[in-house]
């Protein structure tokens, strides 16, 4: 059993000195959009992908979607329900995934869309949208589709049987690379293809979509983000370390007990930077910054220490840097950590604590959802 040290007292964080995102590796200072999109932002693309998470493999010959109908539509005045079937084949080989859609029947055109990235185990008699953490009936009460899908459909959360789904089937080679892909991978690939059958569906606005993720999800819903620019606006609920989470403030779960309880999420090169957080080449502010100029957002609980809500915030503030220094957008975080009162929703990046422990609520979605239409307006 490994040594768990976690450290859940402020006093204790060491000095932050953090990797300058602004400075490439040939030592080149980032002014400009086209310096930072050409040459620093692909350089952290990859270390993020070789060190951390593994890629999104999005190479593959065909996709289907195929209506099945084998739940009830739980709220048929306000919607329409649809249960997707996405096929993939890849070298002979095919992986089917269960997509879950709500469209809202009192939309006049297209709607705007979130999905729910649910690592949450799915039972098959279980309610398919619940109160709270899928907050369905009130999401389509303010105008949104929403869909989500379960983690297991394409990898289950477990070290020994995670490969076993669409890794396997579909990219079986990966599993042989230290900086391959992994659970993460799997499930952004998953959220990646719904994102495919949004935008060959009539009845959503796929321009203005957003990523939701909580907890595990929610690390899955950041580099899903960074990886694939087609969502417009990406959220990151609790999601701590390995997440929004700076790594080097090393405060409640760190890179070693997240790497050996869930040796299966990340890539093995991450395990490289157990108790080694100050030789990461990243840090977690740089994640939030790949998504600009797209909108970002992260939340966090009171009691939720586990994942370091100071951690989060000042990820998001340091983070939210490439907004106003590379491209010239007006975001502010000003208030210290210790005195946020109410959500900071603006443009562009966005975030709020709310009282309780780890969790995704309706408190939390009503603030995605206020954030959302400011930045799809
Ligand atoms: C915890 C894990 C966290 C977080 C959480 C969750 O056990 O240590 O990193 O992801 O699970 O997904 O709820």
Known sequence: MA??????????VPDLVLPDPFVSKSGLVIHSISDWENIRRPELMDLFKNEVYGPIPSDFEEITFTEVSENPNPFPDLANFKEIDIQVSR???????????????????????????????????????????????????????????????????DADTFSEGVISNLYPEELTKPEGMRTFGAWGWAAMRAMDYFEQEPLIDEKKSAIVGHSRSGKTALWTGATDPRWAVVISNESGCGGAALSRRKFGETVKIINTSFPHWFNDNFKNYNDQEDSLPIDQHMLAMMMAPRAVYFSSAREDLWADPKGEYLSMQLGSRIYTDIYNMSVSFPTPFEQLK?????????YHIREGKHDLTLEDWNHFMDFMNLNFK
Do not use: C
Request: proline share 9%.
């Open 91 to 157: 070298k002979g080989n095919t992986h089917t995934m269960r997509l879950y859609v709500f469209l809202p029947k009192q939309q006049s055109g297209p709607s705007p869309i979130t999905l729910l990235v649910d690592h949450r185990p799915l039972e098959p008699d279980e309610e398919i949208a619940e109160e709270g953490y899928w907050p369905v009936e009130a999401i389509l009460k303010r105008g949104f589709a929403t869909a989500s899908f379960h983690g297991e459909t394409v990898a289950p959360d």
């Open 3 to 12: 040594q768990r040290v976690v450290n859940q007292d402020e006093s204790k």
């Open 342 to 350: 109410s959500p900071i929703i603006q443009e562009h990046a966005g």
